[in-house]
């Protein structure tokens, strides 16, 4: 009897028998190996991938760089030059971005560095409020994290990855859309090298804080516990890719105008025609502020040169914190109007009563956010006592009532620096 060999069975997709594949599984009318299982998984990412940078680009409204600013200044009083440095910056940004998916297949194609922004100014002049904003109207994920509570791994304290944890949850864990997102780093001044001298100790919350930093602002794939630091040593590490996240962080820098001072006296004393004829305003010199300055101030070069775009805002003086208090769609005064109106009470503000409340916080240097607290003061015992008086329709805040009011209060015992 002769012997007939079985036909040996083929994947179905790329024709391979069984004895050339590793595994070679069976379906109901055909059969795939393990080659185009691979190959097929990799379309299939490839493919989603393309689907939701489709979803996200259109998700983020990028408007021009005017536009930008014109919003801005709906919510933000005075800083032109803030302004107009960041509607650039964010502009380009997500420019970049989203252009990234219509790469050519030239060798000549010029690849566009990020522009992390770095933002020097005293407290309370719109920092957070400037970057917020701005992601509101991209409409793109957003996190504050604060600098301070930063430390090197394996210290007490939450390391840099904590940050992007935060991302994370502001994009609902969808990692695509938190890899577009802006994070806002406050406080970015407390992590300056405390020290040029050698220290047997580490300076574990400083330059430690600032090295740690590098690999996020760069752009690597970094691994996040999604639900923060240490507590949940057990939870599976989600891998961000942080290129297209851009970095904004603010500072006070308390002092540097110290470092800009002796900076330009030095540099006024050279053979340049220019610096003789130019006049130093010393009553803002943070306009003057240039990178070598927060080098000076304690900040690592490496880290400085992943902050391509440095922007300062300007001291508030009492002109614009008058206007703050009135102009902008979340100014304080309509809020409190808003507030009164939900309970059916017409409330107004004599001018002499909002021209006190900027002096206290020019006086008590508090900045824009020192408003709301002088303002909250003033206004607590009104806010307990009118609703429970439905026969009040009308209330009329006097300069007499707000100076009582004040002077009660624990703000106004803080000594005047």
């Known amino acids: 009897m002769a012997h007939t060999d079985r036909k040996e069975i083929k994947c179905s997709f790329c024709g391979r028998g069984k004895s050339e594949v590793n595994v070679l599984i069976a379906g109901i009318t055909g059969h795939i190996c393990d080659n185009c299982i691979t190959q097929a998984q990799g379309i299939i990412k490839e493919e989603l991938a393309q689907k939701a940078n489709k979803q996200l680009e259109s998700s983020i409204i990028l408007q021009k760089p005017e536009e930008i600013k014109a919003h801005l200044d709906n919510y933000v009083i005075g800083q032109t030059d803030a302004k107009r440095v ?23 194609e010029v690849e566009i560095e990020k522009s992390n922004i770095i933002l020097v100014g005293e407290t309370g002049t719109g920092k957070t409020l400037l970057a917020k904003t701005i992601a509101k109207m991209l409409n793109v994920p957003f996190c504050i994290a604060d600098a301070t509570i930063l430390t090197e791994a394996g210290y007490v304290g939450e390391d840099v990855e904590s940050i992007l944890s935060r991302l994370l949850q502001a994009a609902d864990y969808d990692v695509s859309l938190a890899e577009r997102g802006i ?17 047997i100790t580490r300076d574990v919350s400083g330059e430690g804080v600032q090295q740690a930093l590098l690999k996020l602002l760069e752009g690597a794939e970094v691994n996040v516990p999604p639900q923060g630091g240490r507590k949940h040593p057990e939870q599976k590490l989600i891998q961000i890719n942080t290129r297209n996240i851009l970095f904004i962080c603010g500072g006070a820098f308390d002092s540097i105008q110290k470092i800009i001072g002796r900076r330009m006296k030095t ?15 010393t009553e803002n010199l943070l306009q003057y502020v240039i990178p070598t300055d927060l080098r000076s101030f304690g900040l690592i070069p490496e880290l400085l040169g992943r902050f391509p775009v440095l922007s300062y805002l300007q001291p508030l003086d009492k002109s614009t914190l008058r206007r703050i208090m009135t102009e902008p769609k979340n100014a304080i005064v309509k809020q409190y109007l808003r507030l009164f109106d939900m309970d059916g009470v017409k409330l107004s503000f004599d001018k002499e009563v909002l021209d006190y409340i900027v002096d206290r916080a020019l006086d008590y240097k508090l900045g824009a956010r020192g408003l709301r607290s002088i303002c909250e003061v003033i206004m607590t015992d009104l806010m307990f006592d009118l609703p429970s008086q439905p026969d009040v329709k009308e209330y009329t805040i006097t300069l007499e009532y707000a100076r009582e009011k004040f002077e009660k209060s624990k703000i106004s015992q803080l000594k005047v620096a």
């Open 183 to 199: 994070v806002f780093i406050d406080e970015i001044d407390k992590i300056a090298r405390k020290s040029d001298n050698a220290s």
């Open 86 to 108: 960041l509607s650039v910056a964010v502009y380009n940004h997500y420019k970049r971005l989203l252009q990234g998916n219509d790469k050519s297949d030239d060798e000549d």
């Open 267 to 281: 540099s006024a004393i050279g053979y340049s025609s220019s610096q003789e004829n130019m006049v130093i305003d």
